[in-house]
């Protein structure tokens, strides 16, 4: 698009299943003519002879020659439409036409707005009850969101937050760590093919104010605050962000359950470790949360038994490379692992980035490592350099320390650890949002 | 028998050494605080007082309406009885109950099944009307209540009480999932599509309410919890797999309605695939299992027709392949508290457990048999994703024989 | 008959958008020097290389340059410069 603005006709290729995405990208971008041409899906792991038949065939779209869609892009005489670009101003509405509780429930799921559980409706009274959670004016802008970095940014109010924290069934209590997550810049709704979803982290003496459980059950469906500032966030960053519509805002495959909601506090109190925020900086005393972005793979364990070596290097070679983890261990496991040695939570991450190792063969082979990490390998970026020079066979490292986190959580019935998907994202102050 | 004698010992006693466990003994209970040794003797030789002979016995009949009361002072009493996933719930009213019954032939006071949280609790009994309750609270409609009343007539609970956070996971297949317009493509496994989300609520609100309660420390001991307890369902998507249909392969016809309920959640690893590198992918994610619970492998149709390229043209084909290649050291095998709980099997001489104990520690054994895994076909196409969840087939329930 | 109520509507702001116009098109290829820029997602080169073949067997005439931004999904501005100062169109894949 940016060559167009340089006098450059172009004409851009995509896989078919991303028509409908492509068109709404260029409507939102101003210009909605944009010439494009669509090979089918997939092109990743396709053979270069295979690649040559979707050439020679048809875009599957328009059922025409493929070559003959990028050659009209780029010599059909332009029209009248593609002259005038589009212009217009979106607004959205502060308040919708009055209807029945029924009726207003199935219209909020008709149009995308829930997570397809009921919802608690916004009304006015329910809304300035939740606007008392805050000091916070209620037309200050809390920040920006979009689905990926590819669209544009929307922008909302403290108000607008405070109806999808209505929504999500969450207390005023509650709002100041729901203005936080909104705050941060990082959708729970991303909407890449991946089906990434966020896992948050509370710390500090918010969680005891709110009451919050680290113990038993800690991710699961048994503590109020967990679950609907969890779901507050999934909302808000669904409505807030211009969407999440599949086929349209949100291309994720498989989809991820953690999308309801996944936040948890960690239980600082019974962990032999420092509480994350203090690692990052932050006093104990403050209030603080961290976002993790990935969600994808969860790998699960007892330990540490006799053969927790074994046992955590087959799960740090299980993972997927591009997306480092996040351990969340029991007490019971964070103590096992001081008694052995690891007495700070730096000393067994070092640990674990020594110790996970995939061949570079196989590191290279995910489709995801290609697209980010090879053009910054290729333009001599470490670590990624040096895992590129490196000979198929050779065994390398594919976490540096800094990547990988742990957080200690859990109800001490067993000595049990999940390494999940989890890139710390964003860290964010809940107290400047009281 | 609420005066059974009980003594307790520090948590935990998993992995600790013979020397640590004699000092349990020697030292105090964790309860009482008097000597651990003292309350054993006591239990087995202080004389019985009438208390204890006659044991309780007891009616619990739960009634069929809550009080009235204002609607935000009920959503708070069932949030502070436990009866809710702490996620706003729609009040079940006689209106709504009624209306939710409309959506089966089958009459309000039919027993419908029993579930309990574990074996060792005892399992509680419930019927069509009570059920009803649980999917109006879950956001269901009516025309959802077959599928959901197949999942209650299961006897698997989706609110295991184990210490291991498990989750039940159903795999709908048949003409239900085009009559309720279930979703099966992009964002299958996420927020959007109000079948998919509101039938697997019901099926954990129906677990806890129905089965006595998944309450934390009571009726609910997992040591973290599990996310996928909020809901998780995956109707298959027969007509963009190249393979059978998960209920087809067991016998059923095309057109049953059937649901299949796998039980574990525990882990899911992840891949795309199949590329050039699959083979170790595979066996990477299969090395990184819980070897007690066997994988359901989800896909989405883009993979599914990579592994036919490959030549595996029947699931049956792939999943023999991966019984082949989910592989560990028999010392790492047997290492694992939930596998010692197969240790008794195995040492009473039965397959596969006894070959794999008399495997030397560095022997490399199989860890699954075939019948073991299972694969489902489910996704948008636009990604070659698949998950290797945690899924052990434990229940098959005709959705037909609810309508 | 069930009571009607009020409630917010929850969705954020959009920002404004500008429309902008497109460049003129060419009145033939032959003779100009098209641009393959590569997006750098996973196979889009071996596309691009089937890309340039497929001109240079059909449309020989047409002068094909394969060119790629230094990482993906951002946007290069040198690269952007070079293939406006000497180039007549481009063609972009693969983008999704």
């Not at chain 1, 038949?53 to 593609?82: C, K, N, W």
């Not at chain 1, 196989?362 to 489709?367: F, K, P, R, T, V």
């Amino acid at each position: 698009m940016g060559l167009e603005q340089d006098g450059v006709p172009s004409v851009a290729v995509h896989t078919h299943v991303f028509k409908r995405l492509c068109n709404a990208t260029a409507l939102a971008m101003g210009m909605p003519r944009l010439r494009q041409a669509y090979v089918p899906q997939p092109v990743v792991d396709r053979s270069a002879a295979q690649l040559r038949a979707y050439i020679d065939g048809q875009d599957p779209t328009t059922h025409r020659p493929f070559m003959q869609e990028v050659l009209d892009g780029l010599l059909s005489p332009l029209e009248e439409a593609d002259l005038q670009g589009l212009s217009f101003e979106r607004t959205t509405p502060r308040l919708i036409e009055p209807a029945t509780e029924d009726d207003l429930q199935r219209l909020f799921e008709e149009n995308h707005w829930t997570d397809s559980l009921p919802i608690v409706l916004p009304t006015e009274a329910r809304v300035e009850a939740m606007l008392k959670g805050t000091s916070h004016p209620p037309n200050e802008i809390v920040g920006k969101l979009r689905p990926t970095a590819l669209r544009e940014w929307w922008e909302f109010t403290v108000e607008k937050v405070a109806v999808n924290a209505v929504m999500a069934g969450a207390r005023p209590e509650y709002f100041p760590v729901i203005l936080a997550l909104a705050s941060s810049g990082i959708s729970a709704r991303s909407s890449s093919t991946n089906s990434f979803a966020t896992i948050t982290v509370i710390n500090g003496p918010i969680r005891n104010e709110l009451a919050m459980n680290s113990g038993i059950g800690v991710m699961g469906p048994y503590n109020h605050a967990n679950a609907t500032i969890g779901r507050a966030y999934g909302l808000l960053s669904q409505n807030l962000q211009g969407g999440s519509v599949p086929d349209d805002t949100y291309m994720g495959s498989l989809g991820n359950w953690l999308a309801y909601t996944a936040l948890f506090p960690e239980a600082e109190e019974r962990s032999p470790w420092q509480p994350l925020h203090v690692q990052k900086g932050y006093k104990p005393t403050e209030s603080v949360a961290s976002i993790f972005f990935g969600g994808w793979y969860s790998h699960a364990g007892y330990g540490p038994r006799a053969t927790w070596q074994e046992k955590m290097r087959r799960s740090l070679a299980a993972v997927e490379q591009y997306s480092e983890p996040l351990l969340v261990v029991d007490p019971i496991v964070a103590r096992g692992f001081v008694e052995l040695g690891f007495d700070t939570k730096e000393k067994l991450i070092d640990w674990c980035a020594d110790n996970a190792l995939m061949t570079a063969r196989e590191y290279w082979d995910n489709q995801w490592i290609q697209y980010l990490m090879r053009p910054r390998a290729v333009a001599g970026v470490e670590p990624y350099a040096s895992r590129l020079k490196a000979k198929s066979d050779d065994v390398i490292k594919i976490f540096e320390p800094s990547e990988i986190h742990i957080v200690v959580a859990g109800g001490e019935t067993q000595g049990a650890w999940k390494l999940m998907s989890g890139s710390l994202r964003a860290t964010v102050s809940i107290d400047a949002w009281r | 028998m609420p005066r059974l004698r009980q003594a307790y010992t520090p948590h935990p006693v998993v992995d600790q050494s013979a020397a640590h466990l004699r000092g349990y003994i020697e030292g105090n209970d964790a309860i009482s605080g008097r000597p651990f040794m003292q309350e054993v003797l006591e239990g087995l030789t202080s004389p019985l007082e009438d208390a204890d002979i006659t044991g309780l016995s007891f009616e619990r009949t739960t009634p069929r309406f809550v009080e009235p009361d204002t609607e935000e002072k009920l959503q708070r009493l069932f949030e502070e009885n436990r009866w809710t996933d702490m996620l706003p719930i729609v009040l079940p009213t006689e209106e709504r109950v009624a209306a939710m019954l409309k959506g089966t032939s089958h009459p309000p006071d039919k027993i419908v099944g029993r579930l309990r949280p574990t074996v060792f609790r005892e399992a509680w009994e419930f019927d069509v009307e009570k059920v009803a309750v649980n999917a109006v609270m879950a956001g269901a409609r009516p025309e959802y209540l077959p599928v959901i009343l197949a999942l209650a007539s299961s006897g698997v609970t989706a609110r295991s009480s184990s210490t291991t956070s498990f989750a039940t996971i159903p795999v709908i297949n048949g003409p239900i999932r085009n009559e309720l317009a279930m979703n099966t493509g992009i964002g299958v496994m996420g927020p959007y599509n109000h079948a998919n989300a509101t039938i697997g609520r019901a099926y954990g609100l129906l677990s806890q309410n129905l089965q006595g309660g998944s309450v934390p420390n009571e009726t609910y001991m997992g040591s973290q919890g599990n996310w996928y307890a909020y809901t998780a369902v995956i109707p298959e998507a027969e007509e963009r797999s190249p393979w059978q249909p998960l209920h087809v392969q067991q016998g059923y016809k095309p057109t049953d309605s059937i649901a299949n309920l796998f039980f574990g959640g525990w882990y899911t690893h992840a891949g795309y695939g199949p590329r050039a590198t699959w083979k170790e992918k595979m066996r990477h994610a299969l090395a990184a299992v819980e070897q007690y619970s066997p994988p359901l492998f989800v896909m989405d149709p883009i993979v599914a027709r990579g592994f036919v390229e490959l030549g595996f043209d029947t699931k049956e084909k792939l999943i023999a392949w991966l019984a082949d290649n989910a592989l560990l050291t028999a010392r790492e095998y047997w290492d694992n508290q939930s596998i010692q709980l197969l240790r008794p099997k195995a040492v009473a001489g039965i397959e596969p457990y006894a070959s794999r104990l008399k495997a030397a520690p560095d022997d490399v054994i199989k860890i699954y048999e075939p019948s073991e895994i299972h694969i489902v076909v489910a996704g948008g196409e636009t990604q070659g994703a698949w998950k290797m969840i945690s899924g052990a087939l434990r229940g098959t329930a005709s959705i037909d024989a609810w309508r | 008959m069930p009571q009607q109520i009020t409630v917010h509507d929850p969705r954020g702001y959009a920002p404004k958008v500008v429309g902008k116009r497109l460049a003129p098109r060419l009145s033939a290829l032959d003779g100009k020097t098209v641009y393959l820029v590569d997006c750098l997602f996973d196979n889009t080169d071996v596309f691009i290389e089937q890309l340039r073949q497929w001109f240079a067997e059909h449309l020989p005439a047409v002068n094909t340059r394969i060119a790629r931004p230094e990482k993906t999904w951002s946007d290069d501005e040198k690269m952007r410069a070079a293939i406006a100062a000497d180039g007549d169109a481009a063609i972009l894949a693969v983008g999704l």
